[in-house]
Nanobody, 126 residues
Framework: QVQVVESGGGLVQAGESLRLSCTAS????????MAWFRQAPGKEREGVAC????????SYADSVKGRFTISRDNPKNTMYLQMDSLRSEDTAMYYC???????????????????WGQGTQVTVSS
């Protein structure tokens, strides 16, 4: 059974940093592209960052470019999202997702990701 679990969320002040982690089990981790999505209250879910299975390709939403960094450690079955210079508008539930070839076909399409975590809350106070 596949399990995807996020951790690392919390409450921080604007300008501070957080590091999210996502650990997946029950799948061949290095065979899946991975992504972070987020959803704020009253808003649609949006893609934040994604990374290819090998880690060689990554993409970011314009709203987080230069502030967020996605990475993965395949031997540890873990993906990370380093979030710096956080803003109040980054407040949302952050979800980890795994999908085959998603980064190469449609990285921001939720339908491309087969497995999802339950989410971790990030709250940034201004």
């Amino acid at each position: 059974q596949v399990q995807v679990v996020e951790s690392g969320g919390g409450l921080v002040q604007a300008g501070e940093s957080l590091r999210l982690s996502c650990t997946a089990s029950g799948l061949t981790f290095d065979g899946y592209d991975m992504a972070w999505f987020r959803q704020a209250p009253g808003k649609e879910r949006e893609g934040v960052a994604c990374i290819s299975a090998s880690g060689g390709r990554s993409s970011y939403a314009d709203s987080v470019k230069g502030r967020f960094t996605i990475s993965r450690d395949n031997p540890k079955n873990t993906m990370y999202l380093q979030m710096d210079s956080l803003r109040s508008e980054d407040t949302a539930m952050y979800y980890c997702a795994a999908g085959h070839n998603a980064v190469w076909i449609a990285p921001w399409a939720a339908r491309m990701y087969q497995y999802w975590g339950q989410g971790t809350q990030v709250t940034v106070s201004s």
